[in-house]
């Protein structure tokens, strides 16, 4: 029986930004979906604020990089790609056979033009809404990679957002819940290996940034799976690996070559004293009146910090790059523990790597420590 909440996640297949706003567009396109009653505007704008203070809250805690603005003149596309989806792929669980998440072929009933190229450019999330009546996408994008990369570029300053919302049909597993799409993109193309405008001067972003807490544990698969096959398995089943963590140079230096990264959990232990040495009376001695102890204050207890290193799955785009495609990891460096990491636990990650955009490869070393959060449910 699949999950209480169960979110796929599908991720888009041109790694490039979103659209721009054309200047010829009508601006008053979400006017006129509500006056034609596509768009409850109250109810719309209270989950557009929803999932972008989602985004924004996630963002700033986890990469250290400022707040968007919903731009609701370029989300006409992603509106419409949200209700296509809602309608075509239907209750049962895509019981209407959706089978490209990011295309909208045409011909089909509510096939748009704006969906169509919002959907090649989009993250897009999937989601079954109960009591909470919260549409939290970050949650599961987080814990990925390729749906979180888009939504976290330094130099991204409006989000194109659209979301569409059903009622779950009698018969259906879930029946009486809602159902609701997201489409997401930025107006940052986080994809550039090269440094075309103002925005090369970006430093790298980090995730987990530097000092982040209840950091999530495990990686999130998705769709397309982008786990290298070498760590696809275990056994018959798939393994279960930790959080990804990523250096991203969105619009800066490419990674040329010589990347590594040390990954070592940070353990406080007590720091076991030397025993002092016991006295004892000489032989033949008398034993003196006891005098009254006096209470002591309790010592604190010491510790130290034992350094364990963790095993991990380095990946750049141009070695062993994801999916064997370096388009994939969107000039990030991406590194996948082996293994989940440890609850509520310190970590430092520190990667030594060559970047440059021509002439002498310049040496970097990037470090962050962060602290995971309770185990995975």
Request: charged share 30%; net charge neutral.
């Amino acid at each position: 029986m699949r999950a209480l909440i169960q979110t796929v996640l599908v991720a888009a297949l041109l790694l490039v930004a979103g659209p721009a706003p054309a200047e010829d567009a009508p601006k008053n396109w979400y006017d006129t979906a509500v006056a034609a009653g596509e768009i409850d505007d109250r109810a719309y704008r209270k989950r557009i604020d929803q999932i972008l203070g989602d985004v924004n809250a996630t963002r700033e805690q986890f990469a250290g990089v400022g707040p968007l603005k919903w731009d609701a003149g370029g989300s006409e596309g992603h509106f419409r790609h949200a209700r296509w989806l809602l309608h075509h792929m239907k209750e049962p669980w895509n019981s209407g056979g959706v089978e490209d998440f990011h295309d909208e072929p045409p011909g089909s009933e509510l096939f748009d033009l704006e969906g169509r190229a919002a959907a090649k450019v989009s993250v897009i999330a999937f989601k079954y809404i109960r009591r909470e009546n919260t549409f939290l996408p970050s949650e599961n994008w987080l814990p990925t990679v390729v749906h979180r990369l888009p939504w976290l570029t330094r130099s991204a300053q409006f989000a194109y957002i659209g979301y569409a919302e059903g009622e779950v049909p009698e018969g259906a597993e879930f029946a009486g819940w809602k159902w609701g799409v997201v489409a997401l993109s930025t107006d940052a193309d986080y994809a550039r290996s090269k440094a075309s405008d103002d925005r090369a001067n970006d430093e790298p972003v980090i995730c987990p940034t530097d000092g982040a807490t209840a950091v999530p544990v495990e990686l999130q698969r998705e769709i397309p799976d982008i786990v290298p096959e070498s760590l696809d398995m275990q056994g018959d089943q798939k393994r279960k690996l930790g959080f990804p963590i990523t250096f991203s140079f969105f619009g800066g230096e490419a990674i040329l070559s010589g990347a590594d990264v040390e990954l070592v959990m940070l353990e406080e232990v007590a720091d076991e004293e030397e025993k002092k040495p016991e006295r004892r009376r000489p032989p033949g001695s008398k034993r003196g009146k006891k005098k009254p102890k006096k209470k002591k204050p309790k010592k604190k207890v010491k510790t130290k910090t034992v350094e364990t290193i963790t095993e991990v799955f380095v990946s750049t785009p141009q070695e062993r790059p994801l999916r064997n495609s370096g388009r994939w990891n969107a000039n990030s460096v991406v590194v996948f523990p082996i293994e989940p990491l440890a609850p509520e636990t310190r970590y430092r990650a520190t990667l030594t790597a060559r970047t440059g955009n021509g002439g002498e490869p310049t040496p970097i070393t990037l470090t962050t420590t962060f602290t995971t959060g309770k185990p995975a449910k």
